[in-house]
C-alpha cells in the first residue's frame, strides 16, 4: 500500500517491536537484521565502547586492554601498533624484506610469506606513501604513520578511518558472528564474516578481508578455532610479538602453513559457510 503523509498513523509514536529498547534493532523486511545481533551489553564492562580508542584495543573481557604494550606505544594508534612487528629497524618503513621475514618468524612457509610480501607491500605502500608525495617508493615500502591511509573497504570496521580501535565493532563482531556463542570463530564463521561485510564493487577490499582473515585464522587456529582474546591481540599486534618470543624459545607448537594447507582449510569450510 503506497505511503502518504495524510494517514492516521504518521504522527503517532512507533510501536516497540524489539523488547525493552526505546528503538528498534531489526525491521521486518531486512532478516539479516534480526540474525546479526549487537552487543547490547557492552557498555556493562567498557565505557563508552561506541567512542573509539586511540592507542588501546579493549574488549569485554580485557577492558584494560594489553595495558603495558599499549603504554610502551601510547604514541601509535592502534593500526599503527598492528603493523609494528614488521617494522624490523623502527625506521617508520616496512620493507619487502622486513614483510617476507616477519611472516618468517611467525612460522609461515617460504612461498606463502614471499605472496605475503607481494601483496602487502605491492598494495599498501603507494596510499601509504600518498601522506608525504606523489612519487611511488621505489622499494614499496610501507609507511607506518600513514597506514590509516591504506585501509580498504569490506572491512570489520573495527578500525576507524584514522586507525583508532572502536571497541563496539569488535564486540559485534562476535555477536554477529559467533553463531554457537563459544568465545571463538570457527573457519565457516569466519568466512560468513568476512562475506557478510563485502560492499558493492570492491573486488579489492574482499580479495584483502579474505586474505588478512584467512592468515590470521591459518597463524592462530586451535582446534579450528579462533579465540576472541587471540583475535584482539591481532588488532593491537601484541600477539605477533608473543609468537615471535615463543618460537625463538621454542615453546610455539604451530608449524607454517603452505598454500595446500590453505586450500584445504578453505575447501573444508566452504562446505560450511553461508553466503549472503
Same mark, same amino acid.
Given at each position: 500500500?503506497?505511503?502518504?503523509?495524510?494517514?492516521?498513523?504518521?504522527?503517532?509514536?512507533?510501536?516497540?517491536?524489539?523488547?525493552?529498547?526505546?528503538?528498534?534493532?531489526?525491521?521486518?523486511?531486512?532478516?539479516?537484521?534480526?540474525?546479526?545481533?549487537?552487543?547490547?551489553?557492552?557498555?556493562?564492562?567498557?565505557?563508552?565502547?561506541?567512542?573509539?580508542?586511540?592507542?588501546?584495543?579493549?574488549?569485554?573481557?580485557?577492558?584494560?586492554?594489553?595495558?603495558?604494550?599499549?603504554?610502551?606505544?601510547?604514541?601509535?594508534?592502534?593500526?599503527?601498533?598492528?603493523?609494528?612487528?614488521?617494522?624490523?629497524?623502527?625506521? &617508520?618503513?616496512?620493507?619487502?624484506? %622486513?614483510?617476507?621475514?616477519? @611472516?618468517?618468524?611467525?612460522?609461515?612457509?617460504?612461498?606463502?610469506? $614471499? #605472496?605475503?610480501?607481494?601483496?602487502?607491500?605491492?598494495?599498501?605502500?603507494?596510499?601509504?606513501?600518498?601522506?608525504?608525495?606523489?612519487?611511488?617508493?621505489?622499494?614499496?615500502?610501507?609507511?607506518?604513520?600513514?597506514?590509516?591511509?591504506?585501509?580498504?573497504?569490506?572491512?570489520?570496521?573495527?578500525?576507524?578511518?584514522?586507525?583508532?580501535?572502536?571497541?563496539?565493532?569488535?564486540?559485534?563482531?562476535?555477536?554477529?558472528?559467533?553463531?554457537?556463542?563459544?568465545?571463538?570463530?570457527?573457519?565457516?564463521?569466519?568466512?560468513?564474516?568476512?562475506? &557478510?561485510?563485502?560492499?558493492?564493487? %570492491?573486488?579489492?577490499?574482499? @580479495?584483502?578481508?579474505?586474505?588478512?582473515?584467512?592468515?590470521?585464522? $591459518? #597463524?592462530?587456529?586451535?582446534?579450528?578455532?579462533?579465540?576472541?582474546?587471540?583475535?584482539?591481540?591481532?588488532?593491537?599486534?601484541?600477539?605477533?610479538?608473543?609468537?615471535?618470543?615463543?618460537?625463538?624459545?621454542?615453546?610455539?607448537?604451530?608449524?607454517?602453513?603452505?598454500?595446500?594447507?590453505?586450500?584445504?582449510?578453505?575447501?573444508?569450510?566452504?562446505?560450511?559457510?553461508?553466503?549472503?
Amino acid at each position: 500500500m503506497p505511503f502518504s503523509t495524510q494517514d492516521s498513523g504518521f504522527s503517532s509514536p512507533a510501536t516497540r517491536v524489539n523488547g525493552t529498547n526505546d528503538f528498534d534493532l531489526s525491521a521486518a523486511q531486512c532478516p539479516e537484521t534480526s540474525e546479526r545481533r549487537l552487543a547490547l551489553d557492552a557498555d556493562t564492562f567498557i565505557e563508552q565502547p561506541g567512542i573509539a580508542r586511540a592507542n588501546v584495543a579493549v574488549s569485554t573481557q580485557r577492558p584494560e586492554g594489553s595495558f603495558q604494550y599499549s603504554y610502551m606505544h601510547r604514541n601509535h594508534t592502534v593500526l599503527q601498533q598492528h603493523v609494528l612487528f614488521w617494522d624490523r629497524d623502527a625506521d &617508520g618503513k616496512i620493507s619487502l624484506l %622486513d614483510t617476507y621475514t616477519g @611472516f618468517r618468524e611467525l612460522g609461515f612457509g617460504i612461498v606463502f610469506s $614471499l #605472496l605475503s610480501m607481494l601483496i602487502i607491500n605491492l598494495s599498501f605502500s603507494y596510499p601509504t606513501r600518498l601522506a608525504y608525495t606523489w612519487v611511488p617508493d621505489p622499494w614499496c615500502r610501507i609507511y607506518v604513520n600513514a597506514i590509516h591511509k591504506a585501509k580498504h573497504g569490506s572491512d570489520s570496521g573495527v578500525y576507524d578511518k584514522e586507525g583508532r580501535f572502536v571497541p563496539q565493532a569488535f564486540e559485534d563482531l562476535f555477536s554477529k558472528w559467533d553463531l554457537d556463542d563459544d568465545g571463538a570463530l570457527s573457519a565457516a564463521e569466519f568466512l560468513n564474516m568476512v562475506a &557478510g561485510h563485502r560492499v558493492a564493487a %570492491d573486488p579489492f577490499g574482499w @580479495f584483502a578481508a579474505y586474505f588478512e582473515f584467512g592468515s590470521t585464522w $591459518l #597463524l592462530l587456529q586451535e582446534r579450528g578455532q579462533v579465540s576472541k582474546e587471540d583475535l584482539r591481540r591481532v588488532y593491537d599486534g601484541l600477539i605477533f610479538w608473543e609468537i615471535r618470543d615463543a618460537r625463538q624459545r621454542g615453546r610455539y607448537s604451530k608449524k607454517g602453513f603452505g598454500l595446500e594447507k590453505l586450500r584445504q582449510l578453505l575447501e573444508e569450510a566452504a562446505r560450511q559457510v553461508k553466503i549472503d
